[in-house]
């Protein structure tokens, strides 16, 4: 039997930038067009993003009977560095065994902390693998590895449940996150995903903190071909939902999308706002949004499991897309949020392209990080 024979070359966009730009003051009211002058870094971002205007996906078409295997060597490939952490250490103190001895275990505790699982998600895979490989009659013995692999599917698969938009129209999606984790970009792919989809999508530029945040929303927007709903840099973000919510329902818009300002989990006023904003969606329709979806980047490690808790207790997170995958060695922390928050992974974000978001599918993911063949 061969483990983690293959490798792959490093992921493009391994270093990926991760902005801490902290929430700017908010700049006074200006007209939407791109600014000239003043906020060079947004700026140059939103110019930057759209000279990179991705190129329409090179994947085989759907219903090809290559797709499955391309999309999952795809997969595989954005999350080489974290294969390199997790399948490697692993490989190393796992590999042939097939009793759990005290010896064994503390190694396999050592990997799994290191992989970022975190003490208690590492502590719950132990306990859970201890009890496979008890049920197991020694006739049907099998390998610590391959119980190992069942236990990991076995967690994710519980947080496994993909996003239905159809449930309802407008299908309204509120995206919430810190600083820098992906968020619209995130909406980016998934207005494109969505328009492939067949479906009518619109945006909304909530985030009016950030200066430029607005213009790198309306990039995305005039590259898929979507409406973006949006008021001026500093405007009342709550009031720009609510217009675009009504401006949705009227066009009959099948999916909308709504952007947040990043904002960093301890700081309470901010979340404040975010509750607020979530309670004057509610004033058009109690059932809006339908969808929290928290944007964790995977690089931030167990800060994300934090982040996660937090934006939890402010707005009932609904669903959970964790981006940067390809760009970090620390994909283990996608095990400690689905343990620790209990929520829905929708997403995986692999890539920067339009198509590097993905279902999140507990066997694939287990597999394109482990190599278990
Ligand atoms: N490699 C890689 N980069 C990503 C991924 N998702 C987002 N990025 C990059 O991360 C950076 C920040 O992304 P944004 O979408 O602007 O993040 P944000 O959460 O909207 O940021 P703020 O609005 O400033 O809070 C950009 O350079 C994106 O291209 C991903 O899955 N992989
Ligand atoms: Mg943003």
């Known amino acids: 039997m061969k483990f983690f024979k293959r490798r792959t070359k490093p992921a493009s966009g391994a270093d990926a930038e991760s902005s801490s730009d902290g929430v700017n ?29 991705p190129p329409v996906s090179s994947q085989p078409s759907a219903g090809h009977p290559d797709e499955k ?9 954005g999350l080489s560095r974290s294969r390199g952490q997790f399948a490697e250490g692993l490989a190393n103190v796992v590999l042939g065994k097939k009793q759990l001895d005290p ?7 050592e990997q799994l902390i290191m992989a970022d699982l975190g003490l208690d998600t590492t502590e719950r895979v132990l306990e859970s693998l201890r009890h496979r490989l008890d049920r197991k009659d020694l006739a049907a013995e099998e390998p610590v590895m391959t119980a190992l692999r069942e236990t990991l599917v076995d967690l994710l698969a519980e947080h ?5 938009v159809r449930l309802d129209q407008p299908f309204v999606i509120l995206v919430v996150g810190v600083n820098g984790a992906g968020k619209t970009t995130t909406i980016g792919k998934l207005a494109h995903r969505y328009k ?8 909304a530029a909530g985030d009016t903190f950030r200066a430029a945040a607005v213009e790198q929303l309306q990039v995305w927007g005039e590259r898929h071909d979507v409406p973006v709903i949006a008021q001026h840099t500093g405007a009342d973000s709550a009031s720009v939902l609510y217009d675009a919510i009504e401006a949705a329902t009227a066009r009959k818009v099948d999916v909308l999308i709504a ?9 309470t ?5 975010l509750s607020k904003v979530v309670r004057v969606m509610k004033k058009h329709n109690d059932a809006v949004p339908h ?3 928290l944007v964790l980047d995977a690089g931030t490690g167990q800060n994300a499991v934090s982040q996660a808790v937090e934006f939890d207790q402010a707005v009932g997170i609904s669903g959970v897309a964790v981006t940067k995958l390809d760009g970090t060695a620390r994909g283990g922390v996608l095990f400690a949020i689905a343990d620790k928050l209990r929520r829905p992974i929708r997403f995986i974000g692999v890539g920067e392209q339009p198509d590097d978001l993905r279902d999140f599918s507990a066997t694939e993911f287990v597999d394109a990080l482990v190599d278990f063949q």
């Open 25 to 53: 003051a908010p700049s006074s009211a200006q007209p939407l067009a791109p600014q000239e002058d003043g906020n060079r870094d947004g700026a140059d971002r939103v110019k930057q993003e759209a000279a990179q205007d």
């Open 69 to 77: 295997v391309g999309m999952f060597e795809r997969l595989r490939s």
């Open 269 to 273: 006023h901010l979340m404040d706002e």
């Open 291 to 293: 969808e929290v979806l």
């Open 103 to 109: 010896a064994l275990l503390e190694a396999l505790e």
């Open 160 to 164: 496994q449940a993909p996003l239905d």
């Open 196 to 203: 492939q989809q067949g479906l009518n999508v619109m945006l």
């Open 259 to 267: 952007d947040t300002a990043g904002r960093l989990q301890n700081k």
